[in-house]
């Protein structure tokens, strides 16, 4: 099963997309987690992408390509994975079916987890507070939906148009959003 989760900073696709990977038994992978681990570790992978990253703004196609490809040839995810914050970009989108065709697979659905703007404001600046992530300043917070709406809210449409997205509504509590996401695999 390859899943990508497609949603806004805030919309709950990890914590959904998690669930459904244990449910699953696929790993699920976060490019923003690898990203985070990688600034962590001060690789020079986490090293180029940070200031991109406390700036809201994507760290370039041209750095993340490669990790993507580094993803998805691992042998952890030959049996499918759940992608969680990728592809981010019509680039990383094409990156990603490349990658799959080359060893005979595609995508099987793409999750939307939709949650209206006022509430995403809500909850990201909750997390602000709880986690203290260091993107998630009021201003970075603002910055990241403005670079969704323009650079990845544009796969709503791709996926639409290939017949593979889904809508699901990401209000309510996490079991009832996972309910929906299961509803909807028909699982
Ligand atoms: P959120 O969905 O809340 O923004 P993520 O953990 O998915 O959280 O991403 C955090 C940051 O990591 C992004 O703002 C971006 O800078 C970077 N990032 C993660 N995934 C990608 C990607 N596929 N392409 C480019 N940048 C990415």
Redesign the pocket.
Same mark, same amino acid.
């Given at each position: 099963m390859q899943i990508i989760v497609l949603g806004a =900073?805030?919309s709950g696709?990890g914590t959904q997309g998690a669930l459904l990977a244990d449910r699953l038994g696929v790993p699920k992978i976060? &490019?923003? $987690?690898l990203?985070r681990a990688a600034v962590r570790d001060r690789t020079s992978l986490g090293v180029e992408a940070r200031s !991109?990253?406390d700036r809201?703004?994507?760290?370039p196609d041209e750095i993340?390509l490669g990790l993507i490809e580094e993803v998805l040839r691992s042998p952890e995810a030959q049996d499918g994975v759940i992608m969680d914050? !990728? =592809? +981010? &970009?019509l680039a990383?989108a094409e990156a990603v079916e490349g990658l799959l065709a080359d060893r005979g697979s595609r995508i099987d659905r793409v999750l939307l987890i939709d949650v209206p703007e006022d509430e995403l404001v809500k909850r990201m600046l909750g997390r602000a507070r709880a986690e203290g992530r260091s $993107?998630d300043t009021p201003e970075t917070i603002r910055k +990241?939906f403005a670079v969704y709406g323009e650079q990845t809210a544009p796969l709503i449409r791709y996926y639409e148009e290939r017949g593979l997205l889904t809508t699901i509504v990401g209000l309510g509590t996490v079991r009832e959003v996972a309910d929906r996401v299961n509803e909807a695999l028909g699982r």
């Open positions: =900073p805030g696709k976060a &490019t923003g $987690d990203l !991109f990253m809201g703004l994507l760290v993340i914050g !990728f =592809p +981010r &970009t990383q $993107d +990241r």
